[in-house]
């Protein structure tokens, strides 16, 4: 049989399509599963001990009500019940009077008995000795020892121990009312007794013996009648009614170290807010939402922000973002018990919003206020709140080129989120108190605050180090690296004041297109300043810097001016990249040229030499790939061609009666030079990958015909027939 191979099973059971994924196909994915993994790990993650509560134990964790709940306790009710029918009042005994004065009889008796034995003359001492000894009482034994006591006592001290056993035997029946049992016998025999002597005349001796005749003679009379006290109590546990409990929202159950009753697991219970073992269903189900709300993301940003979804350094510093946002909420949520409206999810959408876009700031808020949401036992109203803070601090940010906007952005967030909970808390009041709105307004006030101060210090202290990891620049970057005093605009002011001055210029011009078509206009005029900053390197040879000097390319060969002019490019990448700029502006530097031909040498190599390769006299390139660098390519070759054509004396206002090709002089308008500048680019197809419209082009051709005749000011050509001699 022939053998099967992976191939033909992978074609079998998968599409083909799915065996060769694109580099970014794979990004995205790693992305998403990256994503999926920090989701599904957050909802799923428990505090080491949460997987259950164990009655007589210390829980491990403090848990409030997560909803309002009525319920029948049976734990209380059982308890409630319990206490009626232990109640003392459900005992019934049966007293027998007649055992007391039987006993007391019987003790009498005895003494008289031995009263007689000690007076019988008939009987030597041994044999009254012997005859108390041998006493026909069974409720007392004499030693010999108590018999000689016995014998020894004089008339009177007899008498006196007689009588003394008699009170002693009558006051511990009246002790307990004529009715012994078995706590009140011990409590005579261990306690009161040896009390009760102890305050007579009689010796140690003597004492001993009392207590030993008396007690001997004390019995029960009262014991329990144990089918009447079952019948009462069955009758008071059937009176106690079910116990009915009420846990209100955000009412704290038990707190961390407390230990755990079955009361606490009832209530748990109720609730929906008994910890459970992590089981198959909960992670399947942790899986699928995180799974759900991971495709959502990923295809918003595939579809609406495909620049971030192309660079994989900001995807995942974005996604790695969202998912330490969510770990700490994780965490928080574990530790503290009530609503936490103070955490500061805002701080993530102000930061995705200063170093990405308003959009993104919006999606990632939305999955992280859901997430949170359901964490919270998938309390509606708490993602509500933090969305609203969310889009508030978004909105009020914007792009963030001043730092009071972190300042606007936490205030807003506290009044967001104070107006939002106001709202919920009195749609649930069925009545509204001053003194109820008061004491739940405080606490409310100062998580709000906490949220807006904490977005504030977070989102500034983070927004600056995120970006520098997503490889994005911020406006408060652009801002600071647009000021004069930085170290190479410096040494462009300094070493090369006309290509500074030129790029002023240039980017007045961009940042006027880019605002014409919704471009990045800030990052436009910063990347103008520093697009021409490697001809630093040898500033005389351009045109920017030589001033009416000899021009120093009239003694070099075309092929070692062309790559003079064209090393520009290469040397200000370098020096760009040891000054630290960002990426970005970098990229504005290889691209402002594209792949361009510098074609006054070349014109010149054509007419000197024989064979001359094209290829030494184009840019390296890359040519643009967004609407930024096209407009700055665009701006830095019409700034220059425009300003030579002026200083020539060859650009006119406008024409009268003639045509562009009728012109002696070689004159042009304003209008037709910008024109065949961008025509020129357009044909070249150094445009063709940046995503510029044919609309777009038309608004930043209008633009840069604007802003420059306010410059240049050109004169009228009149036509010679006007001319007066």
């Not at 940042?511 to 005389?540: F, S």
């Amino acid at each position: 049989m022939k053998a099967l191979s992976y191939r033909r099973l992978s074609r079998w059971f998968v599409p083909p399509q799915w065996l060769s994924l694109s580099r970014r196909q794979i990004r995205l994915l790693l992305a998403a599963l990256l994503l999926w993994a920090g989701i599904w790990a957050v909802l799923s993650f428990r505090l080491p001990g949460a997987g259950g509560l164990q009655v007589g134990q210390p829980s491990p964790l403090s848990i409030s009500s997560p909803t309002e709940v009525i319920y029948t306790s049976e734990v209380l009710t059982a308890e409630r019940r319990a206490q009626a029918a232990n109640n003392p009042d459900n005992l019934v005994y049966f007293n027998d009077p007649q055992i007391p004065i039987e006993q007391r009889q019987q003790l009498f008796s005895l003494l008289e008995t031995i009263g007689r034995i000690r007076t019988d003359p008939t009987l030597s001492a041994a044999e009254r000795i012997r005859a108390l000894s041998k006493l026909p009482s069974a409720n007392v034994q004499l030693t010999n020892e108590q018999a000689r006591l016995i014998l020894e006592l004089d008339d009177e001290a007899w008498s006196l121990l007689r009588t003394t056993i008699l009170n002693l035997y009558d006051r511990a029946i009246e002790r307990y009312d004529y009715a012994i049992d078995e706590r009140a016998l011990n409590q005579l025999r261990e306690r009161w007794l040896s009390f009760w002597l102890a305050t007579t005349s009689l010796d140690d001796a003597q004492r001993e013996l009392a207590q030993t005749m008396t007690a001997a003679f004390l019995r029960v009379n009262r014991t329990l009648d144990t089918a009447a006290t079952e019948e009462r109590r069955a009758n008071a546990q059937a009176q106690v009614a079910p116990v009915e409990v009420k846990v209100l929202a955000g009412e704290m159950i038990i707190r961390a170290g407390e230990i755990v009753t079955p009361a606490h697991i009832e209530k748990l219970q109720a609730t929906g807010a008994m910890p459970r073992p992590l089981g198959w269903s909960e992670l399947l189900g942790d899986a699928l939402l995180a799974a759900m709300l991971v495709a959502g993301i990923i295809g918003y940003l595939c579809v609406f922000q495909s620049k971030i979804a192309a660079h994989p350094r900001s995807l995942f510093v974005l996604m790695t973002s969202i998912i330490i946002t969510l770990a700490f909420a994780r965490l928080v949520l574990l530790i503290y018990d009530a609503r936490p409206i103070f955490f500061p999810l805002a701080m993530l959408a102000v930061v995705t919003t200063v170093v990405f876009c308003g959009q993104i700031g919006f999606a990632t808020s939305l999955l992280t206020a859901i997430v949170v949401g359901v964490l919270e036992g998938n309390d509606l109203t708490l993602t509500a709140t933090l969305f609203a803070s969310c889009t508030s601090a978004i909105l009020l940010t914007r792009s963030a080129d001043r730092l009071r906007s972190f300042l606007i952005a936490g205030l807003g967030v506290t009044a967001t989120v104070i107006g939002l909970e106001v709202t919920f808390w009195l749609s649930q009041q069925a009545i509204f108190t001053i003194t109820g709105f008061g004491g739940w307004m405080l606490p409310t006030l100062l998580a709000a605050l906490v949220n807006g101060g904490l977005t504030t210090i977070l989102s500034f202290g983070l927004f600056n180090v995120v970006g520098r990891m997503a490889g994005q620049v911020t406006a408060l970057q652009l801002m600071e690296l647009a000021h004069p005093s930085r170290p190479l605009l410096r040494k462009l002011i300094r070493e090369a004041p006309g290509t500074y001055y030129h790029s002023v210029a240039v980017g007045n011009l961009a940042e006027a297109a880019a605002e014409a078509i919704g471009a990045d206009a800030l990052l436009l005029r910063v990347a103008a300043y520093y697009h021409d900053i490697g001809k630093t390197i040898r500033p005389a040879f351009f045109t920017d810097n030589q001033m009416g000097r000899e021009n120093v390319h009239d003694d070099l060969d075309p092929y070692t001016s062309a790559q003079i002019i064209i090393d520009h490019v290469r040397e200000g990448i370098k020096i760009a990249r040891a000054a630290g700029l960002p990426e970005q502006i970098i990229d504005f530097i290889a691209t402002h040229h594209g792949t361009g031909l510098v074609r006054h040498f070349y014109q010149l190599a054509l007419q000197r030499y024989d064979h001359v390769d094209e290829r030494d006299f184009r840019y390296p390139g890359p040519r643009p790939q967004t609407r930024e660098q096209a407009i700055l390519m665009l701006a830095d070759s019409v700034e220059a061609t425009v300003r030579a054509k002026a200083q020539h004396g060859k650009l006119v206002a406008r024409r009268n009666n003639e045509s562009a090709e009728r012109t002696p002089n070689g004159t042009v308008t304003l209008d037709e030079l910008v024109q065949s500048i961008i025509d020129a680019r357009v044909r070249e197809g150094e445009l063709s990958d940046a995503p510029l419209t044919m609309r777009e082009l038309r608004q930043i051709k209008d633009v840069f015909v604007n802003n420059l005749q306010s410059i240049y000011h050109p004169r009228v050509d009149y036509a010679p027939s006007l001319i007066r001699s």
